[in-house]
């Protein structure tokens, strides 16, 4: 496409480009499109519908057909997207949303949704005035009242925290918070939080949690004592572009990358380690740095950065 095209669609009033990106989107995913689809789901007339698909031909004129026997505008096999390239992640996560109930059909653009099964332990689902104080403790630097339970066996224990930050790791959500009981910062799942309740404001500067805000670059490569085939495979899902692969991540989530994909050498079966970390030792020193710098931090040894 052309810098005077990108130019044009890029002075397309927001209504318009909008629908044009529903009949890109319609053409990619499903093949077909028609007048009564646009109509449908933007309560528009049929001449406006007519407009619209004929502007998006002005934009992709090679890119659908007109299929007398379907009644509708078909994907050619010159069909190129104008709107919608790079969307497939965004697409299976609808689809995902979809089966899990997280989202209406309505308040996407699917027209055939493909069969589809989502295998995973259900949670605690979290709710919506959970999430709502979370984040408003964040944006506003307020603290939070919380029952928290544990893997120690123990009961659940209130806890004073201060989030500053929300993370998803593992199919689960965190909030990462200076715990006023333990003086540091810590991770929280949010499945295990109870009884939360905004309080005062808090004093403790984000910027002292170095853990959260170093980022720690793992070296990956295919477990050696795999066959070449299989680390063959293993190269292409991660999209290795030579021997190894680096993955950022803050110093803070370590544990749970390595937890994941079994990183860690703690004594599981070889052949169910897909991956080695090569620089474990390196990243662990820079945790326990990263670790001390926020210790020293909050006693006030040190400044923010």
Same mark, same amino acid.
Request: proline share 5%; net charge neutral.
């Given at each position: 496409?052309s810098?005077?095209?990108?130019?044009?669609?890029?002075?397309?009033?927001?209504?318009?480009?909008?629908r044009?990106?529903?009949?890109?989107?319609?053409?990619?995913?499903?093949?077909?499109?028609?007048?009564?689809?646009?109509?449908?789901?933007?309560?528009?007339?049929?001449?406006?519908?007519?407009?619209?698909?004929?502007?998006?031909?002005?934009?992709?004129p090679?890119?659908?057909?007109?299929?007398?026997?379907?009644?509708?505008?078909?994907?050619?096999?010159?069909?190129k997207?104008?709107?919608?390239?790079?969307?497939?992640?965004?697409?299976?996560?609808?689809?995902?949303?979809?089966?899990?109930?997280?989202l209406?059909?309505?308040?996407?653009?699917?027209?055939a949704?493909?069969?589809?099964?989502?295998?995973?332990?259900?949670?605690?689902?979290?709710s919506?005035?959970?999430?709502?104080?979370?984040?408003?403790?964040?944006?506003?630097?307020?603290?939070?009242?919380?029952?928290?339970?544990?893997? /120690?066996?123990?009961?659940?224990?209130?806890?004073?925290?201060?989030?500053?930050?929300l993370?998803?790791?593992?199919?689960?959500?965190?909030?990462?918070a200076?715990?006023?009981?333990?003086?540091?910062?810590?991770?929280?799942?949010?499945?295990?939080?109870?009884?939360?309740?905004?309080?005062g404001? /808090?004093?403790?500067?984000?910027?002292?949690d170095f853990?959260?805000?170093?980022?720690?670059?793992?070296?990956?490569?295919?477990?050696?004592?795999?066959?070449?085939?299989?680390?063959?495979?293993?190269?292409?899902?991660?999209?290795f572009?030579?021997?190894e692969?680096?993955?950022?991540?803050?110093?803070?989530?370590?544990?749970?990358?390595?937890?994941?994909y079994?990183?860690?050498?703690?004594?599981i079966?070889?052949?169910?380690?897909?991956?080695?970390?090569?620089?474990?030792d390196?990243?662990?020193?820079?945790?326990?740095?990263?670790?001390?710098?926020?210790?020293?931090?909050?006693?006030? /040894?040190?400044?923010?950065?």
């Open positions: 496409m810098q005077n095209d990108a130019e044009t669609i890029d002075d397309l009033k927001p209504g318009l480009r909008r044009l990106e529903f009949i890109d989107f319609r053409l990619f995913w499903d093949g077909r499109i028609n007048r009564s689809d646009l109509r449908e789901h933007f309560k528009i007339s049929a001449q406006q519908a007519s407009n619209d698909l004929e502007k998006f031909a002005e934009f992709a090679f890119s659908m057909a007109y299929d007398q026997h379907a009644k509708s505008f078909v994907r050619t096999e010159t069909y997207p104008v709107f919608v390239a790079g969307q497939a992640h965004r697409y299976l996560l609808q689809l995902q949303a979809l089966k899990l109930g997280w209406d059909k309505n308040h996407t653009w699917f027209g949704v493909p069969d589809i099964e989502v295998v995973e332990l259900r949670r605690r689902p979290v919506d005035e959970l999430v709502m104080l979370l984040t408003t403790a964040i944006n506003e630097r307020r603290q939070i009242k919380v029952k928290y339970w544990t893997m /120690s066996g123990k009961p659940a224990t209130e806890r004073v925290l201060a989030p500053h930050s993370a998803y790791v593992a199919g689960r959500w965190h909030i990462r200076y715990d006023a009981g333990n003086g540091d910062f810590r991770d929280f799942n949010l499945g295990r939080l109870e009884n939360v309740e905004l309080s404001h /808090s004093t403790i500067d984000p910027n002292f853990e959260w805000k170093s980022i720690g670059r793992l070296r990956l490569r295919p477990n050696p004592e795999l066959p070449p085939e299989e680390q063959e495979a293993v190269r292409r899902e991660f999209a572009e030579g021997e692969l680096e993955k950022p991540c803050r110093l803070a989530l370590l544990f749970y990358l390595r937890s994941e079994h990183l860690a050498d703690d004594g079966d070889k052949r169910k380690r897909h991956l080695v970390l090569l620089n474990n390196e990243l662990e020193e820079l945790r326990l740095s990263a670790r001390r710098m926020s210790v020293m931090a909050l006693q006030g /040894s040190v400044e923010p950065q």
